[in-house]
């Protein structure tokens, strides 16, 4: 079963989130990104916030999905054309950009065409959309590396030195697998199940807390080891790939069931769970806890939240309430002293989040991802048939 910490009940018990509370911050949310879209033009937000102000970028960021899913979710809640009439302008961006290959070498073409391209192919069913998907989706297919049989993150693929892949990937197969479906094409649904058990195998620790990523050598592909990018040491486990495996491993399931899965997926959620302190928003790194005067980081509980009502989506019974209740216990939290509603002048939703605590990068602000799953678990809550954009 999911682990709940006896010091959470009196806070889910006081925090209930019901359908005015979750209208009312849609109501909030909407409204934002409405001023927000008078503001941007046709440039996007960065991926982080600096003094709680976005900057304003070109199409050459891994978060800009972010900003035009939420524009879409906006559209599908308030049935208001111009956040929908946006979100296709920046498609047209988006496509541009896969044709320019501007900053694509990298396995985030996931979380970029999936939330932009493709949750406007699930809404408005258009087959040029369809087009530009598969262009992404062959650039994704192009990182998979045969012999160590994964999706190589980040760098150029004859370099030995980026010879790895991130738990973070799990966010980006949707992708492959929704096109597969869609086009009846094999090669994206092969690669996105080898590329997954070849993660699970490394990446997982026997603990079920994760690596941030995993290194294979290069000459034959086999397993060397993992490490850190972005969490407090190789042996630590960052709050954010946790979470990460959280909402990825049951949208993997979504597409191609797995026996393993429930087993594996408790594990996981449940080290999640038992490392967050007693006031629920959890340190940027596990590894931390009460007293260590670390930083907390919103966006991964809002991440872990969605991959918990997405599991709640295809369980049953007590298992499938309790994950609702609890996931309605934490998104309560962020919404009672996490966001800016109290703060008119901050552009992002979500406060207190971390974008890379070594770099000194998006400390204590705002992001794009903590913004979208915030609003993606609220919708979630708002609408249970709701088709997600994964």
């Known amino acids: 079963m999911i682990y709940t910490k006896a010091a959470w009940e009196e806070t889910f018990r006081h925090n209930h989130l019901g359908q005015i509370a979750i209208r009312e911050e849609l109501d909030w949310i909407c409204g934002k990104l409405g001023r927000q879209l008078e503001k941007f033009g046709n440039r996007f937000p960065s991926s982080c916030a600096t003094n709680g102000k976005y900057r304003l970028k070109d199409n050459d960021d891994w978060t800009n999905g972010f900003w035009t899913g939420m524009l879409w979710m906006a559209y599908e809640y308030s049935k208001d054309n111009t956040f929908r009439d946006r979100a296709l302008q920046n498609i047209q961006s988006f496509q541009q950009r896969l044709e320019l290959n501007l900053v694509l070498d990298h396995h985030d073409i996931g979380f970029l065409y999936t939330l ?135 949208l993997v399931y979504r597409y191609s069931p797995y026996d393993q899965f429930a087993v594996l997926y408790e594990d996981i959620a449940n080290y999640f769970l038992t490392h967050l302190p007693d006031d629920i928003v959890p340190y940027w790194d596990l590894s931390f806890d009460a007293g260590s005067n670390e930083p907390r980081d919103t966006s991964a509980l809002a991440i872990a939240v969605c991959g918990l009502l997405e599991t709640a989506a295809f369980s049953k019974g007590a298992y499938r309430e309790k994950l609702v209740r609890v996931s ?30 070594a770099e000194g990068k998006g400390m204590d602000e705002p992001n794009l991802w903590g913004d979208y799953f915030y609003m993606e678990a609220l919708y979630r809550l708002y609408n249970p048939a709701w088709k997600t954009y994964w």
């Open 328 to 357: 309605i216990g934490m998104l309560s939290v962020l919404r009672n002293g996490w966001t800016s509603k109290e703060h008119p002048d901050m552009e992002g939703i979500l406060l207190h989040g971390i974008y890379a605590y």
């Open 116 to 250: 932009s391209v493709g949750a406007g192919h699930k809404i408005m069913q258009d087959p040029m959309l369809l087009k530009v998907l598969v262009a992404a989706a062959e650039k994704l297919a192009a990182r998979y590396q045969e012999k160590g049989r994964f999706i190589q993150a980040w760098g150029r693929l004859d370099d030995p030195n980026e010879y790895r892949l991130i738990v973070d990937s799990l966010m980006n197969l949707p992708l492959l697998f929704y096109t597969s479906d869609k086009t009846g094409v094999p090669k994206y649904r092969e690669i996105a199940e080898s590329h997954f058990r070849t993660l699970i195998s490394t990446i997982v620790r026997e603990d079920a807390s994760t690596y941030h990523t995993f290194f294979f050598h290069p000459e034959n592909g086999m397993p060397a080891y993992g490490a850190t990018h972005q969490g407090y040491s190789d042996n630590s486990c960052w709050a954010r790939g946790q979470a990460w495996a959280v909402a990825g491993l049951p």
